[in-house]
């Protein structure tokens, strides 16, 4: 009944920018935290920004200062905006959203399929 779907991912350059976005979608009744998780190769899942749905934000160390969540809860969607990228970012981002089904009219976790991201020269 809902879906996340994942786009921005790619290869950059250091130092580059790429913004990803996460669009949620389907019998959504109500939307409360989405973020962003990423995993690099042999290491585990980690959170990477979190959105609250009254709009608080919370950012992994590693990345505080270069990367900017943001949502437009009008559309269900959340972006990450990131700058100043190093090759240690490299990883894939997964999108994550609690939401409430309509049609079930439960609340559950949702995860989407993951996007690239590298960072290299």
């Known amino acids: 009944q809902v879906q996340l779907v994942e786009s921005g991912g790619g290869l950059v350059q250091p130092g580059e920018s790429l913004r990803l976005s996460c669009a949620a979608s389907?019998?959504?009744?109500?939307?409360?935290?989405m973020g962003w998780y990423r995993q690099a190769p042999g290491k585990e899942r980690e959170l990477v920004a979190i959105s609250v749905s009254g709009g608080s934000t919370n950012y992994a160390d590693s990345v505080k200062g270069r990367f900017t969540i943001s949502r437009d809860n009008a559309r269900n969607t959340v972006a990450l905006e990131m700058n100043s990228l190093n090759p240690e970012d490299t990883a894939v981002y997964s999108c994550n959203a609690v939401v409430k089904d309509g049609f079930r009219n439960r609340w559950a976790t949702y995860w989407g399929q993951g996007t690239q991201v590298t960072v290299s020269s």
């Open positions: 389907g019998s959504i009744f109500s939307l409360s935290s």
